[in-house]
Antibody
Framework: EVQLVESGGGLVQPGGSLRLSCAAS????????MNWVRQAPGKGLEWVSY????????DYADSVKGRFTISRDNAKNSLYLHMNSLRAEDTAVYYC???????????????????WGRGTLVTVSS | DIQMTQSPSSLSASVGDRVTITCRAS??????LNWYQQKPGKAPELLIY???SLQSGVPSRFSGSGSGTDFTLTISSLQPEDFATYYC??????????FGQGTRLEIK
């Protein structure tokens, strides 16, 4: 079965650290770019970070830059998000999402997230 | 950053109704627009990519249109399982990828 399964969430104090994992199965993980997206309780979706298939290109949202680190281990079919200096506003469900691209007329390359995990909840509170 | 604004923020409709949700970008994003459906307690699911392409397995009652700054998601005949929150997303000028604030579709 093609799926993504996140783990590693939990309760952490402000200023603390946590590492999230996303295990991929059913597809060739090393061929895909991956992302982390989060959703605060009762709020909308917020993109967090991106990593290319070979980890040569990485991006972060300004809200997490300098505190979060995305990485991957293609041999283990796994994606990670290392989160440091956590704040109350980082409280959210964190989803990993597989990215795909399509070329449409005009040679336009459109990116989209076609597969999502079920998410893992991170709560930052004292 | 490109801002995405959806309207309405919430909507009440009945089974069988035709429903349209609008998404407006703060600048042209050509056709770099995707739509997702999210049910309570579940992960988002891709419905439409590249503004008008239907994701495999998604019912044909869902359709998308638009380009540039204005886009629409249409559900031709609402089914009970369609009551959910819908998000648009742009992937034209990244980072960051940005999402609309969501449209909550409720049963009337």
């Amino acid at each position: 079965e093609v799926q993504l399964v996140e783990s590693g969430g939990g309760l952490v104090q402000p200023g603390g650290s946590l590492r999230l994992s996303c295990a991929a199965s059913g597809f060739t993980f090393s061929s895909y770019e991956m992302n982390w997206v989060r959703q605060a309780p009762g709020k909308g979706l917020e993109w967090v970070s991106y990593i290319s298939s070979g980890a040569s290109s990485i991006d972060y949202a300004d809200s997490v830059k300098g505190r979060f680190t995305i990485s991957r281990d293609n041999a283990k079919n796994s994606l990670y998000l290392h989160m440091n200096s956590l704040r109350a506003e980082d409280t959210a469900v964190y989803y990993c999402a597989r990215e795909r691209t399509v070329v449409i007329p005009g040679a336009i390359i459109v990116r989209y997230f076609d597969l999502w995990g079920r998410g893992t909840l991170v709560t930052v509170s004292s | 950053d490109i801002q995405m604004t959806q309207s309405p923020s919430s909507l009440s409709a009945s089974v069988g109704d035709r429903v349209t949700i609008t998404c407006r970008a703060s600048q042209s994003i050509r056709s770099h627009l995707n739509w997702y459906q999210q049910k309570p307690g579940k992960a988002p699911e891709l419905l439409i990519y590249a503004a008008s392409s239907l994701q495999s397995g998604v019912p044909s009652r869902f359709s998308g249109s638009g380009s540039g700054t204005d886009f629409t998601l249409t559900i031709s005949s609402l089914q009970p399982e369609d009551f959910a929150t819908y998000y648009c997303q742009q992937s034209y000028n990244t980072p960051p990828v940005t999402f609309g604030q969501g449209t909550r579709l409720e049963i009337k």
